[in-house]
Structures are given as structure tokens and as C-alpha cells.
T-cell receptor
Framework: EAGVAQSPRYKIIEKRQSVAFWCNPISGHATLYWYQQILGQGPKLLIQFQNNGVVDDSQLPKDRFSAERLKGVDSTLKIQPAKLEDSAVYLC?????????????FGQGTRLTVV | SQQGEEDPQALSIQEGENATMNCSYKTSINNLQWYRQNSGRGLVHLILIRSNEREKHSGRLRVTLDTSKKSSSLLITASRAADTASYFCATPDSWGKLQFGAGTQVVVTP
């Protein structure tokens, strides 16, 4: 089966600009996650969707980050305006369902550099 | 704070040697998972060990879990250059949200 698709792979923007990332999960996967991975650290969850509803967005900096999953399939993550500390890899993952015993499949990520 | 913490932070070995890394976590778990990340293939799920299991094998991988010590170890036997990557342990909450450690960077030299 096709994996989780993300685009773009790389993005360089200036601080205060806006940027959007796109994710297409594995077909049939109800749960979608966005993680932020800063260099040298493990991934940290930003937001979790179950179909088109938000399960957990407690770690999402809502003053500048937004995410949506219209129709419960594709998802976009937006940063507006970007700060230098937003430089990171943004990983999208999906799983068949919500729960502790489900395997998450990750996309290759979008590497964002804010200058 | 992160749930899992890997040790060591970095590991350098030669092909054919074994590599062992450890993970400690803080709260009770349903299962613990190990992931590998390299630049070519992103983050890949390696193995899941449930809280009622003590040891699990998958190919050249061996994972142990000690819930009394809140720790796990990952052993890679007969390492290859292709095993060069960062390895993360992760624990899910009841919704499936994964909490990752900072990872162990493994370099395997020919």
C-alpha cells in the first residue's frame, strides 16, 4: 500500500512569513497526527485528528499554528507568522484507528528552515 | 518533559558488532515501541512490545521490557552499515499519541 505522503520535502522562509504543509495519509486510516521534530530531539505531537475531528491539540501553539483535516482525509498544517524557533522537521503520521495498540506510519516529513 | 529517555545518546560500532541501547520511561504503559529514523526513509516502526511481555524478537532485533524498572532495551545483532540511523523509543497514551525520547544515534562503520 502507498505510504503517508507529505509535501513539500523542504521549505525555506523568512521569519514572519507564512507556510503550509500538506499530508495525505494511508487510505482508510482514520487517525492522523502532526509531529514537530527539532534537530537533536524526538518528535513531539502537535495535533491528533480522528477522521475530521480534533482529538488532542493541547501542544499546538494556536496563536500561530493551525491545522485542518477537511473530509477526514488530507490535512494541512499552517504556520503564520513563522518564528526562527519553528525551524524543524514536521512529520505527518496515520494509523488505522485511535488507541494505544495501533501502529503509526510516518511520512518522510517536511524540513522547514526559518531564516 | 519527554516520557522516554534513551541511553547512550550516541553509539559508534563496526560492522558485525552488536549494538545495545536503553530506554527509560516514567509512567505506566500499555506498550513500548521502537522506531528508526534515517535521512533516506524517515521514521520507521521497528517493533512493539506489550506491557505483559518481557522479550520480543524480530529478525536481528531483540527488545526487552522490564516494567518494574520502567526500562526497555533494544539489541541489534550483527550490525550492518545500513543500520546507521537514530533509534527512538516511544510510548503511546490511550489515544495513540506517541511520546518519544531524544533518541540514540548509531553509526556503523564498515
Amino acid at each position: 500500500e502507498a505510504g503517508v505522503a507529505q509535501s513539500p520535502r523542504y521549505k525555506i522562509i523568512e521569519k514572519r512569513q507564512s507556510v503550509a504543509f500538506w499530508c495525505n495519509p494511508i487510505s482508510g486510516h482514520a487517525t492522523l497526527y502532526w509531529y514537530q521534530q527539532i534537530l537533536g530531539q524526538g518528535p513531539k505531537l502537535l495535533i491528533q485528528f480522528q477522521n475530521n475531528g480534533v482529538v488532542d491539540d493541547s501542544q499546538l501553539p494556536k496563536d500561530r499554528f493551525s491545522a485542518e483535516r477537511l473530509k477526514g482525509v488530507d490535512s494541512t498544517l499552517k504556520i503564520q507568522p513563522a518564528k526562527l524557533e519553528d525551524s524543524a522537521v514536521y512529520l505527518c503520521a496515520s494509523s488505522r484507528r485511535t488507541g494505544a495498540d495501533t501502529e503509526a506510519f510516518f511520512g518522510q516529513g517536511t524540513r522547514l528552515t526559518v531564516v | 518533559s519527554q516520557q522516554g529517555e534513551e541511553d547512550p545518546q550516541a553509539l559508534s560500532i563496526q560492522e558485525g558488532e552488536n549494538a545495545t541501547m536503553n530506554c527509560s520511561y516514567k509512567t505506566s504503559i500499555n506498550n513500548l515501541q521502537w522506531y528508526r529514523q534515517n535521512s533516506g526513509r524517515g521514521l520507521v516502526h521497528l517493533i512493539l512490545i506489550r506491557s505483559n511481555e518481557r522479550e520480543k524478537h524480530s529478525g536481528r532485533l531483540r527488545v526487552t521490557l522490564d516494567t518494574s524498572k520502567k526500562s526497555s532495551s533494544l539489541l541489534i545483532t550483527a550490525s550492518r552499515a545500513a543500520d546507521t540511523a537514530s533509534y527512538f523509543c516511544a510510548t503511546p497514551d490511550s489515544w495513540g499519541k506517541l511520546q518519544f525520547g531524544a533518541g540514540t544515534q548509531v553509526v556503523v562503520t564498515p
